[in-house]
């Protein structure tokens, strides 16, 4: 899928390289993001697929609270320079 960011690189051809276009630009991404901007619903599998080619990503947990009061966690997956 052709991510919907216009800051995209325009050499992304799909999820795993507009994940790893948005990593070198941002730094970090979290699940909503990849969703809501390159149409990635498996956000975990595509960080293995570029962990596996030799990317260096590491990841956080952020804590939230849902709209009902429940505490969660969320990763948050970094790019390592």
Same mark, same amino acid.
């Given at each position: =899928?052709?991510?919907? $960011? +216009?800051? #995209?690189?325009?050499?992304?051809?799909?999820?795993?390289?507009?994940? @790893? #276009? %948005?990593?070198? @630009? %941002?730094?970090?991404? =979290?699940? $909503?993001?990849?969703? $809501? =901007?390159?149409?990635?619903? #498996? @956000?975990?599998?595509?960080?293995?697929? @570029?962990? +596996?080619?030799?990317?260096?990503?590491?990841?956080?947990?952020?804590?939230?609270?849902?709209?009902?009061?429940? #505490?969660?966690?969320? =990763? +948050?997956?970094?790019? +390592?320079?």
């Amino acid at each position: =899928m052709i991510p919907t $960011d +216009k800051n #995209a690189p325009p050499y992304v051809t799909n999820q795993s390289t507009a994940i @790893l #276009a %948005h990593l070198k @630009l %941002h730094g970090s991404i =979290m699940e $909503d993001e990849a969703r $809501d =901007m390159y149409g990635v619903r #498996a @956000l975990r599998s595509r960080i293995s697929d @570029l962990r +596996k080619s030799g990317v260096e990503i590491g990841g956080e947990w952020v804590l939230f609270t849902s709209r009902y009061g429940n #505490a969660g966690r969320i =990763m +948050k997956y970094i790019f +390592k320079t």
